[in-house]
């Protein structure tokens, strides 16, 4: 076949089957025009992203600012209930079944949980009231990791504020050191050379995995109403017997009242 009369057949092929396809003499712009635009789309996306991660920041630290910690709901919520269910010179010691209702409440909604085993709790759920004292402590014991004993200085001293606000206590024994007191880390130093000079052992001036450090520094007042000078106390205990081994007691001005070791010390650490 010639090559004019092969030419002429695929044309007419081609006409056939794209007869539905016109011209289009505006297609090349709109290309043209939809590169640009993309381009300029891949160039405006970082500030984008930028400004929806500033804004979600933005929300996540407004969301974080009005939660209330464990000790903001006590001093917000759990105090003024105590406080408020006391009439005249009586003082009442249990809150209501209806006011552990709203702090327990109000606890949740700030992310709060009570353990599973929590007595407020069990209280809550049978209807009845429940001590104010406890129920602060249970909060305060999810709060700061564990009973009183492992409280810090300011933990302890905070919480016996808040015994006092709700009529529990008369007087914070708890201190907490002020101007010209030994800090509590010279404390736990000179009580760590204390061990050394009259045992001979190396203890560490801070817990770690072999020690727990419980340290108190209190001021008793004696059955005369009398304040007794303030004191210091650091007990090691053994992390693996969870036993007490060592413990010195000094006064505020480094006089040592009292140390003992312990005549069993369990398991051996390095």
């Not at 709109?30 to 405006?44: A, F, V």
């Not at 069990?122 to 406890?134: F, K």
């Not at 969870?242 to 010195?248: A, L, P, R, S, T």
Request: net charge negative; charged share 25%.
């Amino acid at each position: 076949m010639h090559d004019d009369a092969i030419k002429a057949q695929i044309q007419q092929a081609v006409d056939h089957h794209a007869r539905h396809l016109r011209p289009d003499p505006f297609l090349a712009q709109r290309i043209t025009r939809r590169e640009r635009t993309e381009t300029n789309m891949k160039k405006r996306l970082p500030i984008g992203l930028v400004f929806l991660i500033v804004l979600l920041s933005m929300m996540a630290t407004a969301l974080a600012a009005v939660l209330l910690s464990p000790k903001e709901v006590v001093e917000q919520v759990a105090v003024p209930l105590a406080q408020q269910n006391d009439g005249g010179e009586a003082r009442q010691e249990s809150f209501t079944n209806e006011e552990l209702a709203q702090l327990i409440k109000t606890l949740g909604e700030n992310g709060i949980t009570m353990e599973a085993d929590s007595r407020a709790l069990r209280a809550l759920e049978s209807g009845q009231d429940y001590w104010e004292e406890e129920t602060i402590i249970e909060i305060c014991q999810q709060a700061f990791g564990g009973p009183i004993n492992v409280w810090s200085i300011e933990e302890k001293h905070w919480f016996e504020e808040i015994m006092i606000k709700i009529g529990f206590a008369e007087y914070n024994c708890y201190l907490v050191p002020s101007e010209g007191d030994m800090t509590t880390a010279e404390a736990r130093a000179y009580a760590a050379k204390q061990f050394k000079q009259e045992y001979g052992v190396d203890l560490p001036e801070a817990s770690n995995e072999n020690w727990r450090i419980e340290e108190w520094f209190f001021q008793y007042r004696d059955e005369e109403g009398n304040l007794q000078p303030a004191r210091w106390q650091f007990e090691y205990v053994n992390r693996i017997t969870e036993e007490g081994e060592y413990i010195v007691e000094f006064t505020r001005d480094g006089d040592v009242v009292d140390i003992s070791e312990a005549g069993f010390h369990g398991v051996p650490l390095s």
